[in-house]
């Protein structure tokens, strides 16, 4: 039996981070691990922070949750016969209802060969606080990832001064009383804690409060192909006149005077630029509510 976890978590929460550490940590302990990650872009971008030696499958525009199971199954199926491995990750994407894509597991095609451990979900802890300001909709599947989880951490805990750490801390224990729940930084989370979870119990479709991309509310993604390049100030003046509907962007923006396109990411008025040392494609995968109608700079 091969354990799975299903990591979740809402846009920009540090899912991918958690990610990337925990691969590090099966490493170090001679185990091997497979991961099947879903992104809602058209663009496999979090896909790059996975190291070759690690078997992948990538399902790109949300389709986990959002075009049925059977795809899921079949990237299982596909890793069990042509793969050896040890452990499954699967990362949802920020937009999936976390019981939807944990349901899509539960084949009988695979039934005796998969162990699931359940669901860790990562809050950013500054938008539990500022959870108010999202709109009704995203509100509600934010809720719904957290209210899920059986290993809760509260990420990005850094941010907080202590007093609001403490809120947090309180606030999520009351929201999710069945979740272990731990503090973190970079979605750091120590493996034994991963290892010693076991959802004991399926948890039933009719308990889910569906959140579903393109039914409930108007999430998606949008790919930017830049032809010309920019100060980073210019593009810095661009994102902060962004609409609040705008949640997450990460790609390759072309700056005057540096060779390659910088790596660059945004979620919640957060911005992080770092160099790439080979040359990228000047492209940009942009998520939020409405986001057709944001104006593109340079446009």
């Known amino acids: 039996m091969k354990d799975v976890y299903l990591f979740s978590g809402f846009l920009g929460s540090g899912k991918t981070s958690m990610l990337t ?14 991961v099947i990650m879903n992104e809602l872009g058209k663009l496999p971008f979090d896909s790059q922070a996975v190291e070759e030696d690690v078997p992948l499958k990538e399902m790109l525009e949300g389709c986990i949750c959002c075009s049925g199971a059977e795809k899921t199954e079949a990237q299982i199926q596909s890793l069990l016969h042509d793969q050896e ?42 938008l539990w606080l500022d959870r108010a300001s999202l709109t009704p909709q995203v509100r509600s599947l934010f809720m719904e990832q957290i209210r899920h989880a059986h290993l809760l951490l509260a990420n990005k805990s850094d941010l907080l001064t202590e007093s609001e750490q403490a809120q947090v801390v309180y606030e999520l224990q009351g929201f999710n009383s069945k979740a272990y729940l731990l503090q973190t930084t970079n979605g750091r989370v120590p493996l034994k804690l991963l290892q010693n979870m076991q959802s004991t119990t399926r948890i039933a479709k009719d308990d889910i409060v569906s959140a579903r991309i ?42 005057e005077g540096i060779k390659n396109p910088m790596l660059f990411q945004y979620a919640y008025g957060m911005v992080q630029w770092l160099p790439e040392y080979m040359k990228m494609a000047p492209n940009l ?9 944001v104006q593109v700079i340079g446009e």
Do not use: C
């Not at 550490?21 to 497979?34: C, H, S, V």
């Not at 039934?111 to 500054?126: C, E, F, Y």
């Not at 995968?285 to 109608?293: H, L, S």
């Open 21 to 34: 550490d925990t691969i590090r940590q099966f490493k170090e302990q001679g185990l091997k691990p497979a």
């Open 85 to 126: 491995f040890d452990v499954l990750i699967i990362e949802t994407t920020g937009a999936a209802h976390p019981v939807e894509a944990l349901d899509a597991v539960y084949s009988p095609l695979f039934a005796d060969k998969l162990n699931i451990k359940g669901i860790v979900t990562v809050a950013d802890s500054k």
């Open 214 to 255: 393109g039914e409930s509310f108007n999430l998606g993604s949008r790919l930017i192909e830049f032809t010309t390049s920019f100060t980073q100030e210019d593009f810095e003046d661009w994102v902060r006149n962004l609409p609040e509907t705008v949640y997450r962007m990460k790609g390759y923006v072309p700056i």
């Open 285 to 293: 995968v942009m998520i939020g509510e409405n986001i057709k109608d």
